[in-house]
Antibody
Framework: EVQLVQSGAEVKKPGESLKISCKAS????????IGWVRQMPGKGLEWMGI????????RYSPSLQGQVTISADKSISTAYLQWSSLKASDTAMYYC?????????????WGQGTLVTVSS | DIQMTQSPSSLSASVGDRVTITCRAS??????LNWYQQKPGKAPNLLIF???SLQSGVPSRFSGSGSGTDFTLIISNLQPEDFATYYC?????????FGGGTKVDIK
């Protein structure tokens, strides 16, 4: 059974750093792209970027390039989303999600979400 | 970026109704169109991929059609568990983009 289990909710202050995780199981982690989707409070879904764990090839949404870093550690089947300096506008639910196929496609399996709250 | 426009943004319907949601792409995306359902506090769930293919485990009352720039999601015989928000997403080119969502609530 494919599962994506994300790390727990976080409360941070502006300017702090953060790294959230997504542990995958039930499939070959290195063969599928895995991405991140943001959902700000009361808003829709926004695709942030995606990583191929096999070779760490990473693609970002142009609107978020430079603001976050997406990575993966294939030795522990885990993908990451990190910030070096959080802003209040980063407050959102973040989902990791696996590509439907071995190429970049829309996701089929999703994590349960990680709520990130940034407040002074 | 390819813009995805859904309509309506919300609708009210009754159990047993047939519901139609449309999604328009700002340029041709062939059949690279997926539909998701999201319930409050939950992650999205894939319903339809490649415009018209039903994801495994999804009830057959959900169907999708279209190609190019215009797509449709139909829910026939609406059930209580179908009240949710629905999103289209294109996977034709990066960045992948979602429509703004259609909230289906109870009339």
């Amino acid at each position: 059974e494919v599962q994506l289990v994300q790390s727990g909710a976080e409360v941070k202050k502006p300017g702090e750093s953060l790294k959230i995780s997504c542990k995958a199981s039930g499939y070959s982690f290195t063969n599928y792209w895995i991405g991140w989707v943001r959902q700000m409070p009361g808003k829709g879904l926004e695709w942030m970027g995606i990583v191929y764990p096999g070779d760490s090839d990473t693609r970002y949404s142009p609107s978020l390039q430079g603001q976050v870093t997406i990575s993966a550690d294939k030795s522990i089947s885990t993908a990451y989303l990190q910030w070096s300096s959080l802003k209040a506008s980063d407050t959102a639910m973040y989902y990791c999600a696996r590509s439907l196929t071995t190429t970049i496609q829309g996701p089929d399996y999703w994590g349960q979400g990680t709520l990130v709250t940034v407040s002074s | 970026d390819i813009q995805m426009t859904q309509s309506p943004s919300s609708l009210s319907a009754s159990v047993g109704d047939r519901v139609t949601i449309t999604c328009r792409a700002s340029q041709s995306i062939s059949s690279y169109l997926n539909w998701y359902q999201q319930k409050p506090g939950k992650a999205p769930n894939l319903l339809i991929f490649a415009a018209s293919s039903l994801q495994s485990g999804v009830p057959s009352r959900f169907s999708g059609s279209g190609s190019g720039t215009d797509f449709t999601l139909i829910i026939s015989n609406l059930q209580p568990e179908d009240f949710a928000t629905y999103y289209c997403q294109q996977s034709y080119s990066l960045p992948l983009t979602f429509g703004g969502g259609t909230k289906v609530d109870i009339k």
